[in-house]
């Protein structure tokens, strides 16, 4: 029973150990990995294509608010 279990260990290691560089820790498939997790997390934290937008939009026009309240608050002084 020893000799069964000595070359089933042989095998699955000889079997597994030789395609592990290969295909478990290849760059193209953790670069795959990584990528779908990128785009999991994004879609549960990011936001979305019309917010992202919006919010652009808003940034743009607080700009433009602060900069006409600088310049009330020097015509003000004056």
Do not use: W
């Not at 478990?24 to 992202?52: C, P, Y």
Request: a negative charge; charged letters at 30%; glycine letters at 6%.
């Amino acid at each position: 029973m020893q000799f069964v279990g000595h070359i089933n260990s042989v095998i699955v290691e000889h079997c597994l150990m030789e395609k592990l560089p290969n295909e478990v820790f290849s760059s193209k498939i953790l670069r795959m990995r990584l990528r779908s997790e990128q785009n999991f997390l994004e879609s549960v934290i990011g936001e979305e294509d019309k917010g992202a937008e919006r919010r652009g939009m808003l940034e743009v026009d607080l700009d433009r608010l602060n900069t006409c309240l600088k310049a009330l608050k020097g015509y003000n002084a004056s």
